[in-house]
């Protein structure tokens, strides 16, 4: 069974500081997908960023940027320089790849909310 | 915005009512998902329909149901409500992953309230 766990239920940070959200996860399937989602006070839930299982490239767009380890199982996000705007839930997610059509279904972490302060 | 709409946006209701929630997925996805959020329970799966097909369940009760229309548009019932079905309930689609995308584009929610 997939399972990720976001063990940081909470973090507050002063604004202009660097966060890293933590992001562990556990699956049997060798070729899977990750997901980090935003989720705003507005409570929309906002795509930020997939990985395929077979790239281990870490990625950067703009303040954020994601570190991927399979040795670790972990698909960390972090966030340079952080704004109040970036106060949020945020939701590390996992998917299996399937050889049939239609997608797959999610499997979410509890998520950590961030909360930026001035 | 995802693209992903949903209606209504709120829902209050009381005890052993039935409701019906609808969502249109962005256009050219053909897998519609639907998600349960609750303080308790976290984002759960639901279910997942691909071109008026159900393809996926999760932890969805015998109470609810959904179904996906030839126009893929997606409707989720749910009957004999209680307390508990209190949630904030997402839409979500996708395209075909063997075009090599897979991430979920989800909908504002629709929060219902049962009374």
């Known amino acids: 069974a997939q399972k990720v766990t976001q063990a940081q239920t909470e973090i507050s940070v002063v604004e202009k500081e660097d966060v890293t959200l933590d992001c562990v996860y556990e699956?049997?399937?060798?070729?899977?997908?990750l997901f980090w989602y935003k989720q705003p006070p507005s409570g929309e839930l906002v795509f930020l960023i997939r990985?395929?299982?077979?790239?281990?490239q870490n990625e950067i767009s703009g303040r954020y940027s994601w570190n991927f380890q399979k040795s670790t199982s972990s698909f960390n996000f972090t966030i340079t320089a952080s704004q109040v705007v970036d106060s949020a839930v945020y939701f590390c997610?996992?998917?299996?790849?399937?050889?049939?059509?239609?997608?797959?279904?999610?499997?979410f972490g509890t998520g950590t909310q961030l909360k930026v302060e001035l | 915005d995802s693209g992903v709409t949903q209606t209504p946006k709120h829902l209050i209701t009381a005890t052993g009512q039935r409701v019906t929630l609808r969502c249109s997925p962005r256009?050219?996805?053909?897998?519609v998902y639907w998600y349960q959020q609750s303080l308790d329970q976290g984002l759960q799966f639901l279910i997942q329909?691909?071109?008026?097909?159900?393809?996926a369940k999760g932890n969805i009760l015998e109470r609810f149901s959904a179904q996906q229309f030839p126009d893929l548009h997606s409707e989720l019932n749910l009957s004999s409500l209680e307390l508990g079905d209190s949630a904030l309930y997402f839409c979500?689609?996708?395209?075909?992953?063997?075009?090599?995308?897979?991430?979920?584009?989800f909908g504002p929610g629709t929060r219902l309230t049962v009374l």
């Open positions: 699956t049997r399937d060798t070729t899977y997908y």
């Open positions: 990985r395929n299982s077979f790239d281990e």
């Open positions: 997610a996992l998917s299996e790849r399937k050889v049939t059509g239609g997608g797959n279904k999610l499997t």
């Open positions: 979500a689609s996708s395209a075909l992953p063997g075009q090599g995308r897979n991430e979920q584009f």
């Open positions: 329909y691909y071109n008026g097909e159900e393809r």
């Open positions: 256009s050219g996805d053909l897998s």
